[in-house]
């Protein structure tokens, strides 16, 4: 029987290859119909359950394709068209994603294309509906994923500060930087949103709702369109004195005009600073002041301003309901900022006429430009421009960043650059320096872990480092240099004196920018000073990565600063950039 079936055979496949060879046509109709089958499949296959795909999978084969499919004898054109097909029949067999934090995958996913923005069809972004996570609790000793949570723009699931980033968003970024500022929530969002808060102030849905994989880990998932994946955060004790989610400010002498400078305000029976930060955060202020058995709530302001601390001991009076902590008194205010964030300072816009007089916000690499610019734009409302362009900062909310240099419409210009040619080309600058110990390792950081992330050991240990100091560290005391010679008119700010006192060094900036003074701006850019653009202090290296013989050669630049400073009657650099 089998010899007399091969001939049969053999016929049939001469007849089926001469038929395709003969009409051409026909076969393409034929591999239109096939693509045309494979589209409906793997469109439906978007919406099928987790069970249905995993028993097609388990099979080992795949079901719309036989088995002798590809051993036909026919043209090369033939063969070719059908491993295509079978190519994209086999994307609709693979097997199903396990989402959920890193720490608990099995398998990494494939990558996936990008969603541009919220002004698309989200048809897609569905497709992983079925394939939801796990609902046990996950715990990596920094966070316990607890749920998919409805997010409604009106009222905030979690209500804390936020950030975005369309590019590079992920888990780990989210927690650590809600974690970093004591909140104990982290939630994700549309696959770049990051939320923080301290409490989940909306209902539990299925897991299948928190769908969208983040922007920055194709591997896990960032919640959905107005769906939040939520993760209670093991917060770490750090310099600020937190309560819950609050953070404590101080003790405050009571304001002449109370109900001026806190406009809410109510007598709570068993007072305790839960109970008034609560009730402040329900009415939307950023402050709650405990002044014994009342409850003040508003905003940082030129009447209640935060900037005269008293001592602590003149707060003294133990809470009723709480037999720990202290509620103030009726002449001295315990107060602390809640979750709730200030929005007096976050409007932002293009200068509404272009101006022909460009100020560069100048600095090294390193030294805290991106953090100045965060700062300027919310106290001034006026976006700020770059002499590159960089889509990581676009994508954050810098948007002058797309907007040539010369164009006009921004407030100043960001440039690292140095030496008489490029300097000439701004008619005033704000040169900012940062001590270079932290400004070298600042961007080593950023040239091998992006704009908030770390390098890795492996980059510090190597011949990286070395390297990177030989070759930046004359560059961070030529910069300042450069400036200071060529610059038509030059405000210096240290990082460290921003830092330490912001609202004094703010305000110069922004009178030496040519704009009138917002005190309530400038209050308001206190209160989320650090924006998204600091380095967590949560991972730092356990050692000194600076030999003696880089410390002499750096010590030796800080000198040369410090004089061409004092030599233009400027003050030297800060007391902490001297050699000891």
Excluded at 117 to 134: L, M
Excluded at 270 to 295: I, P, Q, Y
Aim: with cysteine; glycine share 10%.
């Amino acid at each position: 029987m089998r010899v007399a079936r091969e001939p049969i055979m053999a016929r049939t496949l001469l007849k089926i290859h001469r038929y395709f060879r003969r009409k051409p046509v026909r076969f393409f109709t034929f591999i239109l119909l096939y693509l045309t089958a494979g589209s409906l499949v793997f469109l439906h296959s978007g919406f099928s359950s987790d069970t249905s795909t995993t028993s097609a999978s388990g099979s080992g084969r795949d079901p719309l394709i036989s088995e002798g499919g590809g051993g036909t004898g026919g043209g090369s054109s033939t063969s070719d068209g059908l491993v295509l097909l079978r190519r994209v029949f086999k994307e609709t067999q693979r097997a199903p994603r396990r989402f959920g934090p890193p720490w608990m995958k099995e398998n990494r996913a494939q990558d996936a294309p990008e969603w541009a923005g919220r002004g698309v069809d989200h048809t897609s972004s569905w497709s992983h509906g079925a394939k939801g996570r796990t609902t046990k609790e996950m715990d990596d000793g920094r966070a316990k994923y607890t749920g998919c949570y409805v997010d409604d723009t009106q009222k905030r699931a979690l209500r804390g500060v936020s950030f975005f980033d369309y590019k590079k968003m992920t888990v780990f970024r989210c927690q650590d930087n809600c974690a970093e500022r004591g909140y104990l929530y982290a939630g994700l969002e549309f696959g770049a949103e990051c939320y923080c808060g301290h409490k989940i102030q909306a209902p539990n849905v299925s897991e299948s709702e928190c769908n969208m994989e983040c922007k920055g880990e194709k591997s896990n998932l960032c919640g959905g369109p107005n769906r939040l994946s939520i993760y209670r955060l093991e917060l770490s004790q750090e310099s600020a004195r937190r309560y819950g989610s609050a953070i404590f400010k101080g003790c405050f002498k009571r304001p002449d005009n109370v109900t001026l400078a806190l406009p809410a305000s109510a007598v709570i029976q068993n007072m305790s600073v839960d109970k008034c930060v609560d009730l402040c955060t329900e009415k939307e202020f950023s402050l709650a002041a405990l002044g014994g058995e009342k409850c003040y709530c508003g905003f940082p302001t030129p009447l209640f301003t935060l900037h005269e601390r008293e001592d602590e001991e003149l707060c003294l009076q133990r809470c009723v309901g709480e037999d720990f902590e202290s509620c103030g008194n009726n002449d001295f205010f315990v107060v602390y900022q809640t979750q709730v964030q200030d929005n007096r300072c976050m409007d932002r816009r293009f200068l509404p006429t272009r101006s022909k007089h460009l100020i560069a916000l100048a600095s090294f690499p390193g030294a805290g430009n991106t953090w100045a610019r965060h700062l300027i734009e919310l106290a001034t409302g006026h976006y700020t421009g770059s002499y590159y362009f960089d889509g990581s900062l676009y994508n954050k909310g810098f948007k002058g960043e797309r907007d040539h240099w010369r164009s006009g419409r921004t407030i100043c210009i960001k440039t690292h650059e140095s030496g008489r040619k490029e300097i000439d080309t701004f008619d005033a600058s704000i040169l900012m320096i940062r001590n270079p110990y932290k400004a070298l390792m600042a961007e080593f950081n950023r040239k091998y872990g992006g704009h908030i992330g770390f390098a890795s050991q492996a980059h510090w240990r190597g011949k990286e480092w070395p390297e990177f100091v030989k070759n930046y560290a004359p560059w961070w005391a030529s910069h300042t240099l450069d400036w200071l010679k060529y610059g038509k008119k030059v405000q210096v700010v240290h990082f460290e004196d921003l830092k330490r006192d912001l609202f004094s060094h703010l305000k110069a900036m922004v009178i030496f920018l040519g704009l009138e003074v917002s005190e309530d701006r400038l209050l308001c850019v206190e209160g989320q000073k650090d924006g998204n653009f600091k380095r967590s202090g949560l991972r730092k290296l356990d050692y000194d990565p600076y030999t003696p013989e880089m410390r002499a050669t750096i010590d030796g630049l800080i000198k040369t600063v410090d004089t061409a400073l004092r030599k233009r009657n400027l003050s030297g650099v800060p007391e902490e950039y001297m050699p000891r």
